[in-house]
DNA sequence: GTAAGTGCAAATGGTTTGCATCGAA
DNA sequence: TTCGATGCAAACCATTTGCACTTAC
């Protein structure tokens, strides 16, 4: 179970499950599919364990993302978003589609940079072990709405 | 000239070359290579224009990202940093490489991302006007510097 | 008992904003 | 004389830190 997975990593770098931590995670487990910002996570958790510190979130995504457990997302909007990881191989090759207007975020995945990774060691010498592709745009809604306004 | 370009843009907006725009428009030229943070662009522009105040600079290096004089870029290293448009047709495909090390940030040009914006917008309706994409990794030297400090 | 973990409040740091003033068409 | 532009200081907001207290091995 991915809880356990959780903790075994915890405890191999002497840290413990504290019910603070297990509600994080709890609420990262439910929203897998949702970026969400550290803010959100702390309101969700307050619903879990309403005796919950804003500091302690922040402190606790910090080492969860450092034990591998949560990916940190950047949109480029001023916070950073959290996502746990589930499977882990394809993690690699997910990248966001963000919409200009309304926000909306889009994953896709597509393993188009392996190959320009490879191509980016040889020519430059650099070791590249991650990459964050976000594309920005108009998604076909608010393409909509603008044709709308325009008509 | 580049700075003609510069003043037309901004008048057909109906705002002015001002002094201060123009120390901030010679420095971003100046630097045309470096990746300015608004702070650095600051520094630079006092040497100039020796009266200007930060939020001047934040107020026009928005202005002018806002005319696409200027690009602005995030390294998710907590703040933007800005660049002087020159050609514009390869700007599309300027990437980034950064060194999770020392930060140091060499640039490459691939148009590999052609193809994908294009399957993008077929597959899912999105209009895809920009995109980002970095990647981290360990430049040569720092590389180095681990195999020397492991031995 | 000791080291990890927590809540709270204060600090930090990049960025934005309110406001009175200035300056060019 | 009007409206854009500026400098300054204060405000903002996500995040971090200091500190005293708590908790689990």
């Excluded at 990262?28 to 803010?39: F, G, K, R, V």
């Excluded at 302690?56 to 978003?81: A, C, M, P, S, W």
Aim: proline share 1%; glycine share 6%.
């Amino acid at each position: 179970m991915l809880k356990d997975w959780v903790r075994t990593q915890l405890e191999q770098d002497s840290h413990r499950l504290t019910p603070q931590r297990e509600a994080i995670v709890d609420v990262l487990i439910a929203n897998a599919n949702d970026h969400l910002s550290a803010e959100e996570v702390y309101m969700f958790t307050r619903d879990l364990h309403s005796e919950i510190g804003l500091a302690t979130v922040y402190r606790n995504l910090e080492l969860l993302e450092k034990l591998g457990i949560v990916h940190r997302f950047d949109y480029g909007d001023g916070q950073n978003r959290y996502e746990i990881r589930l499977g882990d191989s394809e993690e690699h090759y997910h990248h966001h589609l963000i919409c200009r207007e309304c926000g909306y975020i889009h994953e896709f995945h597509s393993d188009l940079l392996e190959t320009l990774e490879r191509r980016i060691a040889e020519e430059t010498g650099f070791d590249v072990s991650d990459h964050c592709l976000r594309f920005f745009g108009l998604c076909a809604q608010c393409q909509r709405k603008q044709r709308d306004n325009d008509a």
